[in-house]
């Protein structure tokens, strides 16, 4: 059964706070993606990633960093936590070729105070 | 740029009813994936139609592309409770192999 799951489901932290969030898969997926779901907003692209050590930016970079070292981990860093980043993050992976279909993980709701 | 509209935004039924939400595109689509959220937890893939007039079923939820690959619409059959959560469309971006999404419908079914 594929599975991606996130190292929270729920996170609070200070402003000024580094912040990590970690994604691991483990359908040996190529690419790996970074969301932010807000009401009214839908679900925004903040990184993604095509392969190991690789990165792209999505829509919303701006605040955010990421990492990939190993395959099956994506984590995305918040360097400097503010209170607009507060959100529900939501990680997934899909395969490199078609079809594209995205597996998600059950999301971390962060809180920033 | 390409965005995927939703409607209605949100729709509450008896349950037994049926319903359909609706994906417009002011494209073609490449690759049209629906998805199921639960509040407050990730998205399940629920189908995904590439071609012109394609049509496929999972239980009683039906999706369909119509023919000139701009439009998708979820149906379902007799709704239940289990099917309360937000439904979200997602397109492939051209020359890309990720997604992007409409802002969702959230459905509350009434027991």
């Known amino acids: 059964d594929v599975k991606v799951t996130q190292s929270s489901r729920y996170l609070v932290k200070r402003t000024g706070e580094k912040v990590f969030l970690e994604c691991v898969q483990d359908?040996?997926?190529?690419?790996m993606f970074w969301y932010r779901q807000d009401p009214g907003l839908g679900l925004r692209l903040i990184y993604f990633?095509?392969?190991?050590?690789?990165?792209e930016k999505g829509d919303i970079p701006e605040g955010y960093s990421v990492s990939r070292e190993k395959k099956e981990r994506f984590s995305l860093i918040l360097e400097s936590a503010s209170t607009n980043q507060t959100s529900m993050y939501l990680c997934?992976?899909?395969?490199?070729?078609?079809?594209?279909?995205?597996?998600f993980g059950p999301g971390t709701r962060l809180t920033v105070t | 740029s390409q965005e995927l509209e939703q409607s209605p935004q949100s729709l509450i039924v008896q349950e037994g009813k049926n319903l359909t939400i609706n994906c417009t595109s002011s494209?073609?689509?490449?690759?049209l994936y629906w998805y199921k959220q639960k509040y407050g937890e990730g998205l399940i893939f629920l189908m995904m139609?590439?071609?012109?007039?394609e049509e496929k079923s999972h239980e009683k939820i039906t999706a369909k592309l119509d023919e000139k690959k701009q439009q998708s619409s979820l149906h379902i059959t007799a709704s239940q409770p289990s099917h309360a959560g937000i439904y979200l469309c997602?397109?492939?971006?051209?020359?890309?192999?990720?997604?992007?999404f409409g802002t969702g419908t959230r459905l509350t079914v009434i027991p």
């Open positions: 997934a992976s899909s395969s490199g070729t078609p079809p594209y279909e995205q597996y």
């Open positions: 359908m040996d997926h190529e690419n």
């Open positions: 990633s095509y392969d190991v050590k690789m990165k």
């Open positions: 494209k073609t689509l490449y690759g």
């Open positions: 139609l590439q071609k012109g007039g």
């Open positions: 997602g397109a492939e971006k051209s020359g890309a192999n990720n997604l992007f």
